[in-house]
């Protein structure tokens, strides 16, 4: 169910992509993204999927550079636009209706939410010491890149604070050539991101292959095709994101619990061990 929600998000994040940047009729870019992640879900294009999904560190990248230039070019009017945001005069639809730390704990426990299954398979074909390392660089990097693009954000907060995808109104501001390759490659990722959680929404309820499957498959696109183009992206992604992340923040408890309880089961397990041992000694 969650992947299927996020995929409806992708869905928006499609269509005001294409009607931001390119000025298509609402509607399209979410048909042009359900047609290919439908037909990629029951036809199996992977190799098409494997060459885009590559294109996910470029987009981080991209975004990291846009951010630093446009944070650079406007950082003078960052205190003003810090005290407006603050203000609340501008109105922007906030998860955790402006309080910091539930925003926080609902980006925590989305971020969880969505890479559960793809950690698990990590930590699976992995050492300890490297999937450690591995999370902690990831972690810095990801977020300084966040903390960056805010930055670059509320200094154009005027412009950015009512567009669907911000980070494409920054873009233009430098350089519309520029603008355009980053909506085709966010388009590109949006794709590459979508066919995997329609196909796990899916695959919950029916085999792969089979009639059913692809029964559902066009169903579960058109529908999330059809909400998206019918609620509006900020919407989507403030009340599904947020809520998902929610309950990521409550599983993470439960996973907290559970560390606490394997660990003090251990040291039950070797303290009687060494008793015994040292009885028979």
């Known amino acids: 169910f969650f992947c299927y929600m996020c995929f409806i998000v992708m869905c928006g994040g ?28 029951i036809f199996g294009l992977d190799g098409i999927l494997n060459a885009l999904g590559k294109i996910g560190p470029l987009i981080i990248v991209i975004i990291l550079l846009v951010s630093v230039m446009s944070g650079v070019k406007g950082i003078g009017n960052f205190t003003a636009n810090l005290k407006q945001v603050d203000s609340g005069d501008l109105k922007l639809a906030q998860v955790g209706n402006g309080n910091p730390l539930l925003s926080g704990f609902s980006y925590g426990g989305f971020v969880i939410l969505w890479f559960a299954a793809f950690l698990g398979e990590v930590g699976a074909k992995n050492k300890l010491k490297e999937v450690n390392y ?8 990801i977020m300084g890149t966040a903390v960056l693009a805010s ?42 991101t979508s066919v995997p959680l329609l196909w796990t929404g899916v695959g919950k309820v029916a085999k792969e292959g089979t009639q059913k499957y692809k029964l559902l498959t066009v ?47 251990k040291t039950k397990l070797h303290s009687k061990m060494a008793t015994a041992e040292h009885a028979i000694a």
């Not at 902690?136 to 990097?141: A, G």
């Not at 519309?176 to 085709?184: C, F, H, M, T, V």
């Open 14 to 41: 499609a269509n005001s992509t294409a009607t931001q940047q390119w000025g298509l009729p609402n509607g399209v870019g979410a048909v042009i993204l359900t047609a290919c992640v439908i037909a990629t879900a």
């Open 134 to 141: 591995g999370m902690l660089l990831s972690t810095v990097f």
């Open 151 to 192: 930055i670059a954000l509320i200094c154009y907060i005027g412009e950015t604070g009512h567009a669907d995808i911000p980070a494409l109104v920054l873009a233009n501001s430098i350089s519309p050539i520029l603008a355009q390759a980053l909506a085709i490659i966010i388009f590109c990722g949006i794709y590459t």
């Open 219 to 265: 169903i579960g696109g058109v529908v999330g095709c059809v909400i998206a183009c019918f609620l509006p992206y900020k919407g989507l992604v403030n009340v599904l994101y947020g809520m998902n992340g929610y309950l990521g923040f409550i599983l993470v408890g439960f996973m907290l619990v559970y560390d606490i309880r394997t660990r003090m089961s």
